[in-house]
């Protein structure tokens, strides 16, 4: 079975030079790609976009309006947020991506999937785009496949919290989410008492992280809350917001993970689920991001390429773990 790695040039025209999340990012992932002997073990394929009708059931008509108008000369959505020329059609072929690559892993014609995507949907809403995200990548393909009668888990580990993301399903049962992330840090949601509303109360988890948490805190906290939790809610498929902005090295960051970290986590959700697919969200520092990718990829393909790459974290989890159990004690077993 193979892994299949979706990427494409038109994501290119989402671009900004001088933002941080600019169309470098995939140009160093790509590249370090091309360099790595898992090349010839992924299976490249071309997005496909994602039909309009669906944009309708996750965001609202006005929120897609604004995206169309901005996108025909180019615009900002907000002080972080731009929008090139033609990215109405960018972000939904962003989102198709991520689609495709999950109905293909369901119809077991690929273990497994990378949405190497651009712009990023984590912190876009049913309301807003917002914090460099337009459309909601990961949050579309799993509305679609819970359609499908699938029970999908979208894991989180990008530095921000994915506010848009949780927001979505909030009142959902049937897609969960999970995040850890910077706290106090951009945009502000994400705390242990967060766990969802009516219907969705419970499967909605969130650790908020001190500053300088590392591997160590992160490790503790999957295997005492995201895994158990996970094995219970019993996901057909796991979408991974994949944010390498928790990296040491992140200019936007503030945790302290390590490249083989980010493999090590795929390696403890495909004990949970073998069916994951991956798709880009944030992560900054262009030295890094393509090691923070590979290594995940590594897992995927089911050959690790450890790096040399070190960082001690700080600051006791424990406390942390202690809280988000109580949180969620009604409603799993740990
Ligand atoms: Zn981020």
Known sequence: ?????????????????DHPE???????????LSLSPLSADVEMVSPEILPERL?????SAEMIERVK???????????????????DATARLAAGAVLQLCETVMQGRAQNAYALVRPPGHHASGERSMG?????????????????????????????HGNG????????????????????HYPGTGSVQE???????????????????????VRLLCDEVFVPVARQFKPDIIIVSAGYDSHHSDPLGGLRLTADFFGEMIKSLQGVQPRVVCTLEGGYNLSWIGKCFLSQLGMLVGRPQP?????????????LIVDIKKALSSYWRF
């Not at 108008?69 to 990215?87: F, H, M």
């Open 195 to 217: 766990i969802g509303e009516g219907a969705g109360q419970g499967y909605t988890v969130n650790a908020p992280l001190g500053p300088g948490m590392g591997d160590e805190a």
């Open 55 to 59: 944009l309708y059931e996750v965001h």
């Open 22 to 32: 600019n169309a470098d990012r995939t140009a160093v992932m790509v590249d370090e």
């Open 69 to 87: 108008e901005a996108s025909v000369a180019g615009s900002w959505i907000d002080l972080d947020t731009y929008v090139s020329k033609g990215d």
């Open 165 to 184: 993301t949780q927001s979505i399903f909030y009142s959902r049962r049937d897609v969960m989410y999970m995040s850890f992330h910077l706290w106090p």
């Open 307 to 319: 790096v040399e790459d070190q960082a001690v974290g700080t600051g006791n989890v424990h406390p």
């Open 132 to 160: 460099f995200c337009l459309f909601n990548n990961a949050a579309l393909a799993a509305h679609a496949l819970s359609k499908q009668g699938k029970r999908v888990l979208l894991f989180d580990h990008d530095v921000h």
């Open 1 to 17: 079975m193979t892994t299949q790695v979706t990427f494409s040039a038109a994501f290119d025209a989402h671009d900004t030079p």
